[in-house]
């Protein structure tokens, strides 16, 4: 993903723009344009993957009323502060 906007500013200086005035001026935007579009698929990619934090919290809400959950079951933040628990 990351060659693919180098490889379209030389496909487009070489192949598409090489008779135009400033062709070094249209490709550069060829390659802008594909920057951006990889860009907008990772972010697309990102907002699509499902939470890990939101499966848990799930699956101790289910566990939790079916009885078979262990400890006291607040999984809803970090343990920071006072309210930390020592494991020693």
């Known amino acids: 993903m990351a060659t693919l906007p180098i490889a379209s500013f030389y496909a487009s200086l070489y192949y598409i723009f090489p008779h135009k005035q400033d062709p070094l001026m249209w490709s550069g935007g060829v390659a802008v344009l594909f920057a951006n579009i990889v860009i907008a698929g990772y972010v697309v990619s990102a907002f699509s993957e499902e939470d890990d934090d939101c499966l ?33």
């Open 56 to 88: 848990d919290e799930r699956q101790l809400r289910m566990q939790q009323q079916q009885g078979m959950a262990k400890g006291d079951g607040d999984l809803a933040g970090p343990r920071v502060g006072a309210f930390k628990q020592r494991t020693d």
